[in-house]
Each structure stands twice: as structure tokens, then as C-alpha cells.
């Protein structure tokens, strides 16, 4: 069994019955299994594709995504995620790292896809809009793939500076949409609402994977904006489970008015829920809105909490189905209820690792557990709490955002002698990046300027809100910048 050949096996029996809700088209299981079908002919018979092969996908919300997966897996390509927010830079590193043959895309992606057809790399660009033009009835054979071989590669931002690929397997996604799928009591009449990028992990097989493998629809929107208009397309199509990130649900509990929707649960990813946005939520809502967890190394579900049952504000649930959570000191030891170290993950969900990078998998990865980098405590009954973060991170939107990234390409800008970049937090985004910058003496600066610079670098989201000038940064006796110290500054500019 592999994502292809279970999609396959679902559909079968689905193929007049609705996939995809886009607007007031109603998408069959039919009319993706024609699209998988056109595109995996075309990936091995015009561009060679073999098992393993990498293939990206860089597109945005729109019911391709779906049968751009299934037709890659369907060919025995590996799916390579590519954030639609990034800057041709970035994506490049992506593209180059991790060996991509074919490059998948659409017509509003089309000038930063030209900048890099003009980099002469190599690679073979295809754009969704052909895809009509692709589609048979016709079965197109599928490549072998078992489950413990690569599905996808899902780039996280790294603590060097550049993002690591998670090593996912087909057995991985198997797993987590499998424990998903029970943990969440997911029905056949059941549909999902998918509002947030498909791209980022939680939507990837929250929202996209596991509807498509249970063979529910999907409500699938292009953008949050205007709100108004997803909660017509909810009523619209009777979604009944909506995954979001806390910022969503903090807008919904402050709108003046909302009507009754059909929902049956909400589930708040991708970012710690403020236990005042959950107090808030149920206060004015009968909607169940249950907080999970997982980094994308765990593709991504590792806990929530229970469907049915207590729901512990606070709380990132409990393990989910057929998932071991554990808090673990540095020497790798157990610790006992109460008690703060970091939480690790063990299941059949857990990444082989990182791409190419296997120093840094023997770090994440020890004695069969996934240190997440997350720091926290388990209660007695089992509830899991996250308390901080070991990792040097933020949380923008529910993104990774990691400072040294965005550093090193302040530290490219004329005149910048040092850099520190840390969070704030934001009511709307949960975090966002400031930066700190000494300038080289006898060197003027303009912020400004220098913001511009990062942004036509970066995604928007990496950008600092501020950059706040110093004649030095602070730094420790060994010469270390002291961010702590740049936080208390932060805290008492704030306040």
C-alpha cells in the first residue's frame, strides 16, 4: 500500500461523488482521478520520471493541488513542497537541494517562475492550467512504491540558516491520516473546510490527505479574505471540520455577528491556542474546538485533544492513536509526571530525517524518538503542555520562522556590522520578527531601506516589522550576542 494506490482504491467506488467543493463547481473523484491519470503519463513518458525522482510542487489553493499529489505519486516521483510565499531565492535553494527534475506551478506564480527559468539550471517547468488538456479516463500504470519509501520531502526553515527537508514515507502519511482519522471521527458525511495553504504540513494532511483518503469533500478556498466568504462557502457546502491557526479563531470570537454554521469540529494547529481565545470560542460558540500539536518531522499530528472527553485549555491533548509522547531530559532519560524537559515522539508517523543532512537527523532523531525541540510537562492523566521552546524560533502565522535565516541575509546589506532578530508578540500573527542592527562605524543606516532590502529576499512573513538601530549589541563575556538581553530591551520598549 502507498498514498497512490489507497487514493485508488478510495476513489474507485467515489467516482461520481463530490472531492472538491471550489466555489460553485463541484469536483468529482472522478475528475481527479482523469487528472492523476494525464500527469503521471506525461511525468514518465515526456520527462522520464522514475521511482524517486523528486518532483516540486509549487502551487497555490486550488482543487490541482489535490491531483498534482496523486498524479506525482501515481508516476513514483517524490513530492517536494514549495511554499508559495517565497522569493525566487528561496525557492531556488529548494529546487537545487533537493534535486528536482520537474517543477509543477501556475500562471500567477509565473514571473518569479520566470526568473528562475533564466538561472539555466535545468529544470522542466509545468503548469496546472495544462492539465485539462491532460485528463483520461484512460488507467495510466502505477509505479511501485512500498511504504517505507519516500513520499515527500517537506522543507522546514533550519537553525543553520537554510530550511531541511523531512524525509516523509508513504508509511508516515499512512499512519498520521490513520490516527487522524480515528482521534478526529472523521464520517462519510463529513466535510472538510481547507482555508489555509495546502503547502504547510497541517493543512497538507489534515486538510488535503486525509479527506481524500477517507473519500469525503473538501471545501477548498483560495484565501481567508474576505471571512465573509468562507463562512458562506461553510454554510454553502455544509463543511462540518475546519483546521485553522489561533489567529482565525481570536477573529471569529471578536466578530460582531456569525451564523449558525454546520460545524462539528474546529481544530487550532500550527501555533499555541491562548487559552483566552479558547475560553472565548466555546463561550460563544457550540462548535468543539479542540487544540492539537506536531512538527513537521512527525507529518505533522503527534497530539490533540479528545473529541470526546475532558478538553484541557492550555493542553496540546493527548498522543494521538498509535503515537508515544514522552518529556525526556538531555541525556535522553524519562522524566516523571510533572516535570519540565523536551517532548519527543515515537510512531510509525516519526520522518526517516533530513534530507542530506545527517548530522542533523542523528540530533533529532535518538533511540527511535523525535526530540521536537519543544519544551513541556505531561499531568497525570496523560494531557501534554507545551511551556517553551527550545529551538531558536518563531511562530508567525503558524509558520517556522528561524532568526538566523533572516540574520544572514541582513548581514548581506551595505553598512551592517551585527545582527540579532527576535520575536514579538502579535495579537493577529502570534509572533513576528524585529530585528536589532549595529551599523559599521562611520556607516548611517536606513530601516527602511534595509526592510525593503529583506523583502525582496524573503517572504513577507520573514520580514522584521522593525529594524531598531544600536551602536552595539549587547553580548556575553565569550562574545555571544545576548538576545535574552535584547528581549528585557524589547519588553520595556513595549510597555
Not at 475560553?279 to 503527534?302: D, W
Not at 532519560?333 to 530525517?353: A, D, H, S, Y
Request: contains cysteine; negative net charge.
Amino acid at each position: 500500500m502507498n498514498l497512490f494506490t489507497k487514493f485508488a482504491e478510495t476513489a474507485e467506488s467515489r467516482l461520481d461523488e463530490t472531492s472538491i467543493c471550489w466555489g460553485d463547481e463541484l469536483l468529482t473523484y472522478g475528475w481527479v482521478r482523469e487528472r492523476t491519470n494525464g500527469l503521471a503519463k506525461k511525468l514518465v513518458e515526456d520527462f522520464c520520471i522514475q521511482p524517486g525522482d523528486r518532483v516540486a510542487v509549487w502551487l497555490k489553493n486550488q482543487p490541482e493541488f489535490n491531483a498534482t499529489l496523486f498524479g506525482v505519486w501515481q508516476a513514483g516521483g517524490v513530492v517536494v513542497m514549495v511554499n508559495n510565499f517565497l522569493k525566487p531565492d528561496e525557492v531556488d535553494f529548494i529546487l537545487s537541494d533537493s534535486e528536482a527534475k520537474v517543477v509543477i506551478t501556475d500562471s500567477s506564480l509565473e514571473e518569479a517562475r520566470k526568473d528562475l527559468e533564466s538561472r539555466g539550471k535545468g529544470w522542466t517547468f509545468i503548469q496546472v492550467e495544462e492539465y485539462n488538456g491532460l485528463a483520461t479516463s484512460e488507467e495510466f500504470p502505477p509505479a511501485e512504491r512500498a511504504e517505507d519509501e519516500l513520499a515527500a520531502l517537506l522543507y522546514t526553515s533550519g537553525t543553520t540558516g537554510k530550511p531541511k527537508g523531512a524525509m516523509l514515507t508513504h508509511g508516515n502519511f499512512l499512519h498520521n491520516v490513520s490516527s487522524c482519522v480515528e482521534a478526529l471521527e472523521i464520517g462519510s458525511e463529513d466535510r472538510m473546510v481547507v482555508i489555509l495553504p495546502q503547502f504547510h504540513s497541517f493543512m497538507f494532511t489534515v486538510g488535503t490527505l486525509a479527506p481524500m483518503l477517507a473519500g469525503i469533500g473538501i471545501i477548498l478556498l483560495k484565501s481567508l479574505n474576505p471571512f465573509k466568504n468562507v463562512l458562506i462557502e461553510v454554510i454553502k457546502h455544509k463543511g462540518t471540520i475546519m483546521p485553522a491557526v489561533p489567529a482565525l479563531w481570536r477573529s471569529l470570537t471578536q466578530a460582531p455577528e456569525v451564523p449558525p454554521l454546520p460545524l462539528r469540529v474546529c481544530i487550532s494547529g500550527g501555533a499555541p491556542l491562548p487559552v483566552e481565545v479558547l475560553k472565548e470560542f466555546q463561550e460563544k460558540f457550540p462548535y468543539t474546538l479542540l487544540e492539537g500539536y506536531g512538527p513537521t518531522e512527525s507529518s505533522p499530528v503527534a497530539s490533540v485533544n479528545p473529541v470526546r472527553g475532558e478538553k484541557r485549555p492550555g493542553s496540546i491533548g493527548l498522543a494521538l492513536p498509535r503515537v508515544d509522547l514522552s518529556v525526556r531530559n538531555d541525556a535522553g532519560e524519562e522524566l516523571p509526571i510533572g516535570e519540565t524537559g523536551e517532548i519527543c515522539i515515537r510512531g510509525g508517523n516519526v520522518m526517516q530525517g533530513y534530507w542530506k543532512q545527517p548530522e542533523e537527523t542523528a540530533k533529532a532523531i535518538r533511540d527511535g524518538w523525535l526530540y521536537s525541540g519543544d519544551i513541556g510537562h505531561q499531568d497525570a492523566d496523560g494531557y501534554f503542555f507545551i511551556t517553551d521552546r527550545k529551538k531558536d524560533m518563531l511562530l508567525v502565522n503558524g509558520i517556522n520562522v528561524y532568526p538566523r535565516e533572516i540574520e544572514e541575509v541582513i548581514h548581506q546589506f551595505p553598512g551592517v556590522k551585527e545582527a540579532a532578530v527576535i520575536g514579538i508578540k502579535d495579537r493577529r500573527k502570534g509572533e513576528q520578527p524585529i530585528a536589532y542592527v549595529a551599523p559599521l562605524e562611520d556607516t548611517e543606516i536606513d530601516p527602511k531601506e534595509l526592510r525593503t532590502f529583506v523583502k525582496e529576499r524573503m517572504a513577507d512573513y520573514k520580514v522584521p516589522r522593525e529594524v531598531r538601530l544600536m551602536d552595539a549589541l549587547p553580548r556575553s563575556a565569550t562574545g555571544k550576542i545576548l538576545k535574552t538581553k535584547l528581549r528585557e530591551i524589547t519588553s520595556e520598549q513595549e510597555s
